[in-house]
């Protein structure tokens, strides 16, 4: 924990900084764009992000872990850092930390060599990240995805099933009229047929009755 409280002071990584979530990268340097997941079609603008304690450690982490033995770059920065904080110009202060690390053997080489050593730690740290987030892309996005295209088709199945019920339901409308028509008319017909028989068998049982009764009358 002590040596990574160390590598946080180096590139003047403090708690409160992180607090207030300064940007990443110093102003008038360009930012590497963040790895895209694979098989990602995202067409968002990618927004700023912030230096966060969480990827801070990790990342700090990491460098930690993949130390090098001896004075190198991370030792240099130390020393650099220290005369910095005493307002030294730029260029005196990389001269004069140089000064000191020749001391030790270091050489603007092995300097330059080793800091790349851990710009690779970190490059990797984001290929390892790069690969993580495609992962969680698919698990918790891919399968929601899929879902979703799903969802989609099944709307299109139950809209395509409206529009058959309701040509079904025009249909079965169209065919209740024409059946109210022909109900009507038969009803029509059976009313006309009824009244014509008991018109006829009135007509037919008068007769018969009004003859019985005149033969009742005059056949005595």
Same mark, same amino acid.
């Given at each position: 924990?002590?040596?990574?409280?160390?590598?946080?002071?180096?590139?003047?990584?403090?708690?409160?900084?992180?607090?207030?979530?300064?940007?990443?990268?110093?102003?008038?340097?360009?930012?590497?764009?963040?790895?895209?997941?694979?098989?990602?079609?995202?067409?968002?603008?990618?927004?700023?992000?912030?230096?966060?304690?969480?990827?801070?450690?990790?990342?700090?982490?990491?460098?930690?872990?993949?130390?090098?033995?001896?004075?190198?770059?991370?030792?240099?920065?130390?020393? *650099? !850092?220290?005369? =910095?904080?005493?307002?030294?110009? $730029? @260029?005196?202060?990389? %001269?004069?930390?140089?000064?000191?690390? &020749?001391?030790?053997?270091?050489?603007?080489?092995?300097?330059?060599?080793?800091?790349?050593?851990?710009?690779?730690?970190?490059?990797?740290?984001?290929?390892?990240?790069?690969?993580?987030?495609?992962?969680?892309?698919?698990?918790?996005?891919?399968?929601?995805?899929?879902?979703? *295209? !799903?969802?989609? =088709?099944?709307?299109?199945?139950? $809209? @395509?099933?409206?529009? %058959?019920?309701?040509?079904?339901?025009? &249909?079965?409308?169209?065919?209740?009229?024409?059946?109210?028509?022909?109900?009507?008319?038969?009803?029509?017909?059976?009313?006309?047929?009824?009244?014509?028989?008991?018109?006829?068998?009135?007509?037919?049982?008068?007769?018969?009755?009004?003859?019985?009764?005149?033969?009742?009358?005059?056949?005595?």
């Amino acid at each position: 924990m002590a040596i990574l409280k160390n590598l946080k002071s180096l590139f003047v990584i403090e708690e409160a900084e992180l607090a207030k979530g300064k940007p990443a990268v110093p102003a008038g340097k360009t930012a590497p764009a963040p790895p895209t997941p694979s098989g990602s079609t995202s067409t968002k603008t990618t927004t700023t992000g912030k230096v966060t304690p969480k990827f801070i450690d990790i990342l700090l982490g990491a460098m930690e872990k993949a130390n090098l033995d001896g004075f190198d770059y991370l030792e240099y920065k130390k020393s *650099l !850092q220290s005369l =910095q904080k005493m307002n030294m110009a $730029e @260029a005196t202060a990389f %001269q004069s930390a140089f000064a000191m690390a &020749q001391t030790m053997g270091a050489t603007p080489e092995l300097l330059v060599k080793t800091a790349q050593h851990y710009l690779d730690v970190l490059q990797d740290e984001e290929t390892k990240f790069g690969a993580a987030l495609a992962n969680q892309q698919q698990n918790r996005i891919g399968s929601k995805r899929e879902e979703q *295209l !799903q969802m989609q =088709q099944a709307i299109k199945d139950k $809209e @395509a099933q409206i529009q %058959q019920l309701q040509a079904e339901i025009v &249909q079965h409308q169209e065919k209740l009229s024409k059946l109210d028509g022909e109900i009507s008319e038969a009803m029509s017909t059976i009313e006309n047929t009824k009244v014509d028989f008991f018109a006829s068998y009135q007509s037919l049982v008068g007769q018969i009755q009004a003859d019985v009764e005149k033969m009742k009358q005059y056949l005595k």
